[in-house]
C-alpha cells in the first residue's frame, strides 16, 4: 500500500479549507496538516495536525508538515480589510506568493491555489485584477506542478454573511438554465464540491501550469471517478 499524500493546508478557516478538512475525514489516502493562525473547530472524526503559527513564521511550520502538495485557500474581501487595497493585496497577493515560495522550499511538488473566475492582470475591476496579477506572478515561482481553481460564487456555510450569497443561491438553481456556453464558467460551486476537486487534483502526477474554470473542475473529478474505477477493477482482477 501506498503512502499518503501528505497536504499542507493554508487558510483552514475560511469556507474551502474548512470543506477540504471535512472532506478529509475517514480518508486514508491523504494526511492532511493545517497552518493556521489560531485554533481551529476540527469536526467529528478528524484526525488532522494543525501547526499554529503566525504567518512570519509559516515558512518553518509548512517545512515542517513535509508536503507532498500545498493547497493555499487564503482570501479576505475588501470590506474585511477596510477598504484599504494594500491590506487586501497583503492578503491575497503577498501572503499567497510567498507560500508558494515556501512551498517549493519545503519540497512539495505541487501547488493548489484558490483563484476567482475573471482574474485578469488588466482588469478593471480591482479585486480580479489582484487575482490576474497573483495568478501570473505564481507562475514564476519556480512549481513543477502549479493547479490554479477558478471558482466563480462559492457557495456554504460561512463565517460572516456576504450580499452575494442570495445571488449565489439563485444562480445555484437557475445556472443550469441561465448560464450555458461561455457563461457556464460562471456557474457557482459548492465549497464541498471544490474540496473534491482538490484532493482529485492532490493525485495528479503530471508537471506543468494548469488552469480549471467550472467545467475544467467537473472534468477533473469525472476523470479521477474513472481512474478510481480502473484501480479497483485492477485490485478485483
Given at each position: 500500500?501506498?503512502?499518503?499524500?501528505?497536504?499542507?493546508l493554508v487558510g483552514a478557516s475560511?469556507?474551502?479549507?474548512?470543506?477540504?478538512?471535512?472532506?478529509?475525514?475517514?480518508?486514508?489516502?491523504?494526511?492532511?496538516?493545517?497552518?493556521?493562525?489560531?485554533?481551529?473547530?476540527?469536526?467529528?472524526?478528524?484526525?488532522?495536525?494543525?501547526?499554529?503559527?503566525?504567518?512570519?513564521?509559516?515558512?518553518?511550520?509548512?517545512?515542517?508538515?513535509?508536503?507532498?502538495?500545498?493547497?493555499?485557500?487564503?482570501?479576505?474581501?475588501?470590506?474585511?480589510?477596510?477598504?484599504?487595497?494594500?491590506?487586501?493585496?497583503?492578503?491575497?497577493?503577498d501572503l499567497v506568493l510567498a507560500?508558494?515560495?515556501?512551498?517549493?522550499?519545503?519540497?512539495?511538488?505541487?501547488?493548489?491555489?484558490?483563484?476567482?473566475?475573471?482574474?485578469d492582470p488588466h482588469a478593471r475591476?480591482?479585486?480580479?485584477?489582484?487575482?490576474?496579477?497573483?495568478?501570473?506572478?505564481?507562475?514564476?515561482?519556480?512549481?513543477?506542478?502549479?493547479?490554479?481553481?477558478?471558482?466563480?460564487?462559492?457557495?456554504?456555510?460561512?463565517?460572516?454573511?456576504?450580499?452575494?450569497?442570495?445571488?449565489?443561491?439563485?444562480?445555484?438553481?437557475?445556472?443550469?438554465?441561465?448560464?450555458?456556453?461561455?457563461?457556464?464558467?460562471?456557474?457557482?460551486?459548492?465549497?464541498?464540491?471544490?474540496?473534491?476537486?482538490?484532493?482529485?487534483?492532490?493525485?495528479?502526477?503530471?508537471?506543468?501550469?494548469?488552469?480549471?474554470?467550472?467545467?475544467?473542475?467537473?472534468?477533473?473529478?469525472?476523470?479521477?471517478?474513472?481512474?478510481?474505477?480502473?484501480?479497483?477493477?485492477?485490485?478485483?482482477?
Amino acid at each position: 500500500m501506498s503512502r499518503p499524500t501528505r497536504i499542507c493546508l493554508v487558510g483552514a478557516s475560511g469556507l474551502v479549507g474548512t470543506a477540504l478538512i471535512a472532506a478529509c475525514v475517514g480518508r486514508t489516502d491523504i494526511r492532511l496538516v493545517a497552518v493556521a493562525r489560531r485554533e481551529l473547530p476540527l469536526p467529528r472524526g478528524a484526525t488532522m495536525e494543525v501547526l499554529l503559527a503566525e504567518p512570519e513564521h509559516w515558512a518553518d511550520a509548512i517545512a515542517a508538515a513535509r508536503p507532498d502538495v500545498v493547497v493555499c485557500a487564503l482570501g479576505t474581501t475588501r470590506a474585511k480589510a477596510g477598504g484599504d487595497e494594500a491590506a487586501f493585496r497583503a492578503v491575497d497577493q503577498d501572503l499567497v506568493l510567498a507560500c508558494a515560495g515556501w512551498a517549493v522550499e519545503a519540497g512539495a511538488r505541487q501547488f493548489i491555489v484558490v483563484s476567482s473566475i475573471g482574474a485578469d492582470p488588466h482588469a478593471r475591476n480591482f479585486y480580479l485584477r489582484v487575482k490576474g496579477e497573483t495568478e501570473a506572478a505564481l507562475a514564476r515561482t519556480g512549481q513543477a506542478r502549479l493547479d490554479i481553481l477558478q471558482p466563480s460564487l462559492l457557495l456554504g456555510p460561512r463565517a460572516e454573511r456576504r450580499p452575494a450569497e442570495a445571488v449565489g443561491r439563485a444562480l445555484a438553481f437557475l445556472g443550469p438554465l441561465l448560464l450555458h456556453g461561455g457563461a457556464r464558467r460562471f456557474r457557482p460551486i459548492h465549497g464541498s464540491t471544490l474540496a473534491e476537486v482538490i484532493l482529485a487534483l492532490a493525485h495528479q502526477k503530471a508537471r506543468g501550469r494548469f488552469v480549471h474554470d467550472h467545467d475544467g473542475m467537473l472534468r477533473v473529478l469525472r476523470r479521477h471517478a474513472f481512474e478510481r474505477s480502473l484501480g479497483a477493477g485492477e485490485a478485483v482482477d
